[in-house]
């Protein structure tokens, strides 16, 4: 395709004011240095030719050097020197992450959710949104209104996602996950690979045994071409085919780009400090050939002379202009960690008259139910989910059947996949509940739960956040062994941005997790699998009347299930439990008769705490025992100890005391073994007679 000359002179004003930028950041460089930054120097033609190309209806996750990228798809280089500085007004994040670490939702624009630093983790998230596309046009026009309707989603039936990432990044397993994704539901989304054949100081031959276009072409349905990323007739016409395929066929692409990297990494490794290769890669430098390319086509040297020179008069200006601007204010630290909930009040029926007793497991079912038939834009989905068998604990069973495949569907064994991919279907306007089949494989997904999905709405200054909801089945019972049994709430407790449930009943369940849906946040929900039939010996209290559809339980609302009235003539004590805990402490207290003594508090999330309750109840009793079935070394529990004590001091009559398991490396599979691992009912009875007793 012959290009015009409009778009030649766009693109080479693109280019130079990129290349401008890059020069002004070396001139002024103990100045912009203050914090980290990267740059497009070398790599402008391709990230030109593909932003030129991108409308306000698609989704596009650059990484770290794609300046030029967001230059030509509307941003000035003075919004993007507000970023380099870290100043209050910066447009992508308020000046909390770094230069080129964009996140915009202008109306105008493409939309570009917020991602990490982008070493292959946002792969993940872009194949959400396209999972998201997909998904979307399976639906009735009817449907489809209906999900428009509850976001302010800008999606079209031709929308498309671009991912671009660094050559290095591709060796990433999670980059393996989301092509298999791709390639397995045809996702309308372009991998842009940028290939300077450099990671930072190790480079291809070194580290990678084929480049992305190789590699990919080893996922079936994913199409890979090779250009050269520097010509910018061929990045163009080859991007143009590309995403009008997308756009109409709705099918995954790879372009393999090569370009040379002719600035540093960042600024703070040097490529003096390791290139051997600088001259070669001088001798590929965009710049001329593009410039070239304008001559050739009837422009003439002083027209490119007065871009440059506009170029860089512009930088200049940008720069000066930003440097006089405010930085943030301590105040602003503390904005946008949650975006706000509209439920913040129990509501709805609890107990409704007439209403039949359920087990847990069926309390979480009827809800997702609820949910799925209400609203279009719920889907479900993580590994044993779908139709044929519901959940290894049925906690899905026939959802697939009423909802259909395209809503309620298995994913391979990817966890990673499972947890990140929320954070793009969310940006798509759609309302994913996963699920982590156990709690032991939460693992490989905690990259993305920590990386992406927890800190999107603070770090894209409230601009994405994420709604999702991901479901952990927890906990030991049954010889579960070491893989099955684990619980590991306190590393997920320690990733800032979650809310984390942790019902002891159907009824808290299923109030909570109507809360969690209605919630813009996302929300962790550890379900006890020895709680979901109650068929462990002392949990018949899990079970519980069916609550209404309408009933929500607010996150931070502990529950004083056995309330006492304070004896001065006794020693009293206050139970802090959660989940297993509650039905230990229940039974505990029974079996001694010490129900008028002990006051058990069921915390019910622990993310946020009712420390209010919590605190109250200590402070009335006089003694304290914090439940758990964690090991309680390190852990969530020895955290709420030690703030308890701290609160408390004044009002206690003996130290706060833990019981948990054992702290050791794994819950063995033999019974005997395991039921020494594990708190129980007799544990916490000699517990609370020791504490009673101090």
């Avoid at 190309?53 to 770290?64: I, R």
Wanted: hydrophobic share 35%; proline share 5%.
């Amino acid at each position: 395709m012959k290009i015009s000359k409009e778009i030649l002179e766009f693109g080479y004003k693109n280019l130079t004011t990129a290349k401008a930028m890059a020069e002004l950041y070396e001139e002024n460089f103990k100045t912009v240095s203050k914090y980290v930054h990267a740059t497009s120097r070398g790599h402008e033609v391709i990230q030109t030719a593909l932003g030129m190309q991108l409308l306000p209806q698609d989704y596009a996750f650059p990484y770290y050097r794609d300046d030029a990228m967001l230059l030509s798809i509307g941003m000035k280089p003075y919004d993007l020197m507000l970023q380099l500085l870290a100043k209050k007004d910066d447009p992508f994040s308020g000046g909390r992450t770094y230069y080129s670490h964009p996140s915009l939702n202008d109306i105008d624009k493409p939309k570009i959710p917020h991602q990490s630093s982008a070493t292959g983790m946002q792969a993940i998230p872009a194949t959400g949104v396209a999972l998201g596309f997909h998904y979307r046009e399976s639906l009735t026009d009817q449907q489809r209104a209906a999900v428009d309707a509850s976001s302010d989603s800008s999606v079209t039936s031709d929308s498309v996602v671009v991912c671009s990432l660094g050559d290095a990044s591709v060796t990433e397993g999670e980059i393996a996950e989301a092509f298999q994704m791709a390639a397995l539901k045809q996702l309308p989304i372009l991998y842009l690979v940028q290939d300077n054949g450099w990671d930072i100081s190790a480079n291809a031959a070194e580290t990678r045994a084929q480049n992305a276009a190789e590699y990919a072409a080893g996922f079936h349905g994913i199409e890979a071409i090779s250009i050269d990323g520097t010509d910018f007739q061929e990045s163009y016409n080859t991007l143009n085919e590309v995403i009008e395929k997308i756009r109409t066929e709705r099918r995954p692409f790879l372009v393999h780009a090569t370009v040379p990297l002719l600035n540093h990494h960042t600024s703070g490794v040097r490529m003096e400090f390791y290139r051997d290769d600088l001259e070669e890669a001088r001798s590929r430098d965009p710049y001329p050939r593009m410039r070239q390319l304008l001559l050739d086509n009837g422009f003439s040297e002083q027209d490119l002379d007065g871009y440059d020179a506009f170029a860089k008069a512009e930088s200049e200006k940008s720069l000066d202009q930003a440097m006089k601007m405010p930085d943030p204010e301590p105040a602003d630290l503390f904005t946008h960690d949650f975006a706000p909930t509209p439920i913040t009040e129990e509501k709805g029926e609890r107990s409704p008259l007439g209403a039949e007793k359920v087990v847990m497991v069926d309390c979480a079912l009827f809800a997702i139910e609820e949910l799925m038939k209400k609203h279009p834009e719920c889907l479900l989905y993580g590994q044993d989910v779908g139709g044929r068998l519901g959940g290894v604990f049925r906690e899905a069973a026939t959802l697939a059947q009423k909802f259909g495949d395209n809503r309620v569907f298995n994913t391979p064994i990817q966890e990673a996949f499972i947890v990140g991919s929320t954070v793009g279907m969310s940006a798509a306007g759609l309302k994913p509940i996963v699920e982590v089949q156990f709690a032991d494989y939460i693992w490989p997904g905690l990259n993305q739960l920590f990386t992406e999905v927890s800190r999107s709405n603070y770090l894209s200054n409230g601009k994405w956040p994420v709604s999702m909801i991901l479901r952990v089945p927890i906990g030991a019972y049954g010889s579960g062994g070491p893989y099955h049994s684990s619980s590991m709430e306190s590393v997920v407790s320690n990733i800032r941005g979650l809310k984390i449930a942790y019902p002891s009943n159907g009824a808290d369940l299923k109030g909570l997790m109507k809360a969690a849906y209605y919630d813009p946040n996302p929300v962790v929900i550890f379900e006890h699998k020895g709680l979901y039939w109650s068929k462990v010996k002392g949990t018949k209290g899990a079970t519980s009347v069916e609550p209404s559809e309408d009933y929500v339980l607010p996150f931070g609302k502990a529950w004083v299930l056995q309330e006492i009235w304070k004896k001065e003539e006794e020693e009293t004590l206050s139970i802090i439990t959660y989940g297993m805990g509650v039905h230990w402490a229940m039974n505990a207290t029974e079996e001694l008769g010490l129900q008028d003594r002990v006051e058990v508090v069921d915390l019910r999330t622990l993310h946020p705490l009712d420390y209010e309750t919590v605190f109250a109840s200590v402070k009335k009793c006089g003694k304290c025992l914090v439940v758990t079935e964690e090991p309680s070394e390190n852990s969530f529990s020895r955290a709420l100890q030690g703030r308890i004590q701290e609160e408390c001091f004044k009002y206690i009559d003996a130290p706060v005391m833990v019981i948990g398991s054992e702290n050791m490396p794994a819950i063995p599979l033999n019974s005997v073994l395991e039921e020494t691992m594990i708190p129980s009912t007799e544990k916490v009875k000699t517990k609370i007679e020791e504490i009673l007793n101090y």
